[in-house]
Nanobody
């Protein structure tokens, strides 16, 4: 599967953005998907993950209650709705996928997702 993230931009603190990740191929619906981010000068970190049906989600504590991950398998698209944005949310955001299955989302994230798209930059001004 090939992944492409979009929707990044510049937003003021307290604002909202919705990121999208479009997948090529017909097997998107079989993938667990996730969003990760890399703040300037820092290592990449986990943001949120969703199982193949969309019925199970998992979030980093830093975004819980502010961000919502969702997917539309008919459109081969993953979303990340980001509300109440903070300057510390500034980062390049990446989407990733894993078709292997058989594990819960925390384990899937810890094992590392093998498929990655190019990132989209989100900048939150104070």
């Amino acid at each position: 599967v090939q992944l492409q993230a979009s929707g990044g931009g510049l937003v003021q603190a307290g604002g909202s953005l919705r990121l999208s990740c479009t997948a090529s191929g017909r097997t998107f619906s079989r993938y667990a998907m996730g969003w990760f981010r890399q703040p300037p000068g820092k290592e990449r970190e986990f943001v949120a993950a969703i199982n193949w049906t969309g019925g199970s989600t998992y979030y980093a504590d830093s975004v819980k209650g502010r961000f919502t991950i969702s997917r539309d398998n008919a459109k081969n698209t993953l979303y990340l709705q980001m509300n109440s944005l903070k300057p510390e949310d500034t980062a390049v955001y990446y989407c990733a996928g894993d078709i292997r299955g058989g594990l819960g989302l925390p384990e899937t994230v810890r094992n590392g997702m093998p498929y990655w798209g190019k990132g989209t930059l989100v900048t939150v001004s104070s």
